[in-house]
């Protein structure tokens, strides 16, 4: 029975609760319709566990920013914050650990925090490897999807590791491997298992090798701060680890938050967030552009505009670019890359659209249902920049963007995400022309569904501009 004046929905059945009424391959229809009958705030139970889901930018706004504190935790006992010991950021619960350590990353990230070679740098470094790339397979049909993958992943590492690693490196092919394994368990049947059924977790099931696989990485990864440690110069940053090493020393030993188990969970919670998301989203606003050949070639003629004959772009030059801009966030809309967000968690008992949601609830954001909300934007479901620009023709973020989340827990990469989209779009259609091979049907936007979402795979074919 649900708790008295808890959020209505649908009956749940013992062991399973609405499980079974559920389409596991993609939830989102059944949780759009769902909400038409339940309202902008309805609750499922995943077996014994109740679970409110927030539909809607005003149940978003309610929860996540006017009451941030109390819905800001995170869901303890699922396998991913098995995987992480509840350390680092993404999965730690709300608390002084995570608040030191999201401050700590999101200065960081700013370019100030990085030493002598900027963010911007290390993007287009890797933008340079990416080129070559492409200009070797001109004039061919191929699949951009481990391209786009390794590149995301090592911008990563040059700011994690302080270099970025050769595609074919033994170390960065055994992370992917490990990343996109786990994101399978974790997101699959088996993670379902794992977070539901309790009592079978200590079984030899696919969960087991997750938790050695994440290990096996995670001793990798205290490698490489045994040798930063040997090859530092204090006070002189070269990467996020020594600037986490400088930290742990300005704060002494006696700090019990800053720690070299938490740095390691760190460092590779920012691996996981930023190396799928910005792939899969690169992949969907490629796939635009070819569906769309007329929109792609105004994006050429703006940046080619705007840039004429400098040798690189830079991130101020996005100012001068509405149009591209548009372009960039309306393929963010419509990817929607995390559908469901990051789970969150209440802090403790409080209220929500006059309902009574009890402490240490599971508590599910349908971003998907804000970026495709009636009434917020000019053209809900289909693809028109024009929902980013306003009647002068200038860029204008609709407040109901927000493929980051909103809050206290929003996304902390958000700023290298977008600097890392627009550097890369641009530089690319500067150089080259996509084209949607004729022979391989019409493009399926048909998305593949996970905790992060991504398009289909395609092939593309490449010509040199
Ligand atoms: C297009 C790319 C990206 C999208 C759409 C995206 C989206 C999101 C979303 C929806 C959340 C959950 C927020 C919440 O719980 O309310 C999140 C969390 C997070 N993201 Fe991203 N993200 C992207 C790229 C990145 C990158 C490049 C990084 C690397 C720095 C990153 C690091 C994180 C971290 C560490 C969290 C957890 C924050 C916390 O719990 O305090 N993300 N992201």
Redesign the pocket.
Known sequence: RRPKNFPPGPQPLPIFGNLLQLNLENPMPDLERLSKRYGRVFSLYFGGRPAVILNGAGAMKEA?VNKGLDFGG?PQGLLLSHLTRGKG??MADYGPS?REH?RF?LMT?KNFGLGKRSMEERILEEISHVCTHLEVNAGKSIDPQTLFHNASCDI?CSILFGSRYEYEHEFFQTMIKMMSENSKIANGPWGMVYDTMPLLRNLPLPYQKALRDYNTVNMYVSGIVNEHRATRVPGEPRDVIDCYLDEMEKRGESCVIFDESQMVVLLL??LF??TD??SN?LRYTVLCLMTYPEIQEKCHLEMNGVLKDKAQVSFEDRHKMPYTQAVIHEC?RMAS??PL??F?CTTRDTKLMGYQIPKGTLII?D?SSVLYEKDKWKFPHEFHPVNFLNDQGQFEKPEAFM???V?P??????G??RM??FLILVSLLRRFQFIWPEDAGEPDFTPVFGVTQAPRPYRMIVNLR
Do not use: K
């Open positions: 996540l995170r950021v993404i995570w999201r990353a990230l990563i919670d920012i967030a930023g998301t910005t989203t963010q890359t995390l967000s990051v969150h954001p971003l493929p980051f989340s809050g827990r929003t996304c902390l990469g958000e290298l995400a890392e989209l």
